[in-house]
Nanobody, 113 residues
Framework: QVQLVESGGGLVQPGGSLRLSCAAS????????MRWYRQAPGKERELVAH????????SYADSVKGRFTISRDNTKNTVFLQMNSLKPEDTAVYYC??????WGKGTLVTVSS
């Protein structure tokens, strides 16, 4: 059974940091590129960050470049999103995705004072 379980969301003040994790099971994790998406209230889901199957290549949305870092540990079947210098406009539900196939259920990030 395929599972992607996100964790690490919560409430943080502007300028703060959070580290999201996505634990994968039920498929060959190392064979898939991984992505983080987010969906803010009333907005479409958008791609935030991408990492290749072995982690040698990453890319980011312009809105998060220089603040967010995606990484993965293929020995633990987990992908991470380190988020620094958070802004209120980063408030959203964050989802991980394996390739173009599997989605997690999301974790809520709220940036507010």
């Amino acid at each position: 059974q395929v599972q992607l379980v996100e964790s690490g969301g919560g409430l943080v003040q502007p300028g703060g940091s959070l580290r999201l994790s996505c634990a994968a099971s039920g498929f060959t994790f190392s064979a898939y590129f991984m992505r983080w998406y987010r969906q803010a209230p009333g907005k479409e889901r958008e791609l935030v960050a991408h990492i290749s199957d072995i982690g040698g290549s990453t890319s980011y949305a312009d809105s998060v470049k220089g603040r967010f870092t995606i990484s993965r540990d293929n020995t633990k079947n987990t992908v991470f999103l380190q988020m620094n210098s958070l802004k209120p406009e980063d408030t959203a539900v964050y989802y991980c995705r394996a390739g173009l196939r599997y989605w997690g259920k999301g974790t809520l990030v709220t940036v507010s004072s």
